[in-house]
């Protein structure tokens, strides 16, 4: 087990000034199973107020408003979070399993459609399928779908952008996280796995000594289900563990921004993010 502060500061500068903005921010996590919240503060500025509440997908959302004129806002979340390690259980969940559960959850119809973000070129489809017609169970053929993923897509930066599709990246053979997630949840759903974008943080450097601060970043990995909900971070080629901290789910991205709003006055703005982790204990 170890335990991680996070402090993510994050907002917009704005050009001109803004008369007013309407906005919400997803950047507080929440206990599940493998991480317990100690800690969690949303500090915003200009001074506002923010109502609180869960998302279809589960995930902390703070919405919020600032009716001031403003030329610059921003967020600062910092939480204290306890994580332990999530390795792959030993499943005897076999594609017959996965096809009755399938269809009788209503909540994987979701996990299993592709988005416009998702939806995989062909020969993502092509290997996808192949890795599942060799494998002896689900599990199996999900793991080695990410591993085929990321060891084919480089990470990149400057190559996509926040817009990027996965068809996109994959003809690149580069990306972000973002992108690799995307690419990957694309080749599960594919081959009929439900899987669900994760959006969160990772703790950059595993050596890292107590009370050391690093500069980090956020982050995005995928989880697929069969037989319960497994994690894995194609991005790195790693399972789920004590450096990654879950924040929220969707089908993709545009479930989970960090921040997302708009505002009224100014023509153009510009995001900033800096975001600090610190392992306590």
Not at 78 to 102: K, Q
Not at 211 to 230: K, P
Not at 256 to 274: A, D, H, M, W
């Amino acid at each position: 087990m170890s335990r991680l502060r996070i402090r993510h500061v994050t907002g917009f500068q704005y050009e001109g000034e803004a008369k007013a903005s309407y906005n919400e921010a997803r950047m507080l996590p929440a206990s599940t199973e493998n991480q317990f919240v100690l800690s969690s503060n949303l500090r915003i500025e200009p001074n506002s107020g923010a109502h609180e509440y869960l998302d279809y997908w589960g995930t902390r959302v703070s919405s919020f408003e600032v009716l001031q004129p403003h030329r610059q806002l921003s967020l600062t979340a910092t939480s204290l979070i306890e994580v332990r390690s999530a390795p792959h259980p030993e499943h005897s969940f076999g594609w017959d399993d996965l096809a009755r559960e399938v269809t009788r959850r209503a909540e994987f119809v979701e996990q299993l459609e592709q988005t416009p973000l998702t939806a995989p070129p062909a020969e993502v489809v092509e290997f996808a399928r192949e890795a599942a017609a060799s494998a002896a169970s689900p599990c199996a053929a999900a793991l080695r779908i990410c591993e085929l993923v990321g060891e084919q897509v480089q990470y990149l930066r400057g190559v996509t952008n926040v817009k990027s599709t996965a068809a996109e990246a994959w003809e690149a053979k580069a990306g972000v996280c973002q992108d690799i997630a995307h690419i990957t949840l694309g080749a599960l759903r594919a081959v009929g796995i439900p899987a669900r974008y994760v959006s969160g943080y990772l703790h950059p450097k595993p050596t890292a000594e107590l009370r050391e601060t690093i500069v980090g970043e956020s982050h995005a990995w995928v989880e697929y289900f069969c037989g319960s909900w497994n994690g894995y971070d194609p991005t790195n080629l790693i399972d789920i563990g004590e450096r990654h901290v879950v924040v929220g789910h969707g089908r993709d991205y545009n479930d989970v921004p960090p921040l997302r709003g708009v505002y009224g006055g100014s023509k153009t703005s510009k995001l900033f993010v800096t975001v600090e982790i610190t392992r306590e204990a």
